[in-house]
T-cell receptor, first 115, second 108 residues
Framework: EPEVTQTPSHQVTQMGQEVILRCVPI?????FYWYRQILGQKVEFLVS????????KSEIFDDQFSVERPDGSNFTLKIRSTKLEDSAMYFC?????????????FGEGSRLTVL | KNEVEQSPQNLTAQEGEFITINCSYS?????LHWLQQHPGGGIVSLFM???GKKKHGRLIATINIQEKHSSLHITASHPRDSAVYIC??????????FGEGTQLTVNP
């Protein structure tokens, strides 16, 4: 069964360092998303991406965050200068059809720990 | 007030019991999702609903748009159903707004 894969599964970094989280969505999917979950809290939307551009972003997704689909298969989330409060589980998701019509497929998550 | 409220927060059941998890929301939506989060953290989509009822195996999801309420039912519960069940709603845009989740534990 096709799946969304994320790497790394866990990354530990120092505050101020740049981090790139990688996702390989399901191959025929067109819509891509990043969500995050701070430990003990609910999942929060970060950004959606379609047709090589951001469709929607949340208040969390400030100038420190960026997304890219560099090669037609990977979908990356970059945090330029990490803060302690960026420590969370980051989930990538993809869907074949657009919002409201397509089932979402989530990756297993990348746990980011900022020290 | 949260846009998405789930109840109960925690639920313990005996194997074989019928389980209901409720979700109420306060905003207009275009779709509602039920998700399952495993102990390791991974999230699996169970249902996406915009009206009526859907069934998949022992799982049933219903939604009442007028009352802004959805329920997830599990029949003949099993210990492997133990997980966090999350309700998430989708408005006019692409973002999902998540509930806090319901921690379900099914004892043998």
């Amino acid at each position: 069964e096709p799946e969304v894969t994320q790497t790394p599964s866990h990354q530990v970094t120092q505050m101020g360092q740049e981090v790139i989280l990688r996702c390989v969505p399901i191959s025929n999917h067109l819509y891509f998303y990043w969500y995050r979950q701070i430990l003990g809290q609910k999942v929060e939307f970060l950004v959606s991406f379609y047709n090589n551009e951001i469709s929607e972003k949340s208040e969390i997704f400030d100038d420190q965050f960026s997304v890219e689909r560099p090669d037609g298969s990977n979908f990356t989330l970059k945090i330029r200068s990490t803060k302690l409060e960026d420590s969370a589980m980051y989930f990538c998701a993809s869907s074949a059809l657009g919002p409201n019509t397509g089932e979402l497929f989530f990756g297993e998550g990348s746990r980011l720990t900022v020290l | 007030k949260n846009e998405v409220e789930q109840s109960p927060q925690n639920l313990t059941a005996q194997e074989g019991e019928f389980i209901t998890i409720n979700c109420s929301y306060s905003v207009g939506i275009s779709a509602l999702h039920w998700l399952q989060q495993h102990p390791g953290g991974g999230i699996v989509s169970l249902f996406m609903l915009s009206s009526g009822k859907k069934k998949h195996g022992r799982l049933i999801a219903t939604i009442n748009i007028q009352e802004k309420h959805s329920s997830l039912h599990i029949t003949a519960s099993h210990p492997r159903d133990s997980a966090v069940y999350i309700c998430a709603v989708q408005g006019s845009g692409s973002r999902l707004t998540f509930g806090e989740g319901t921690q379900l534990t099914v004892n043998p």
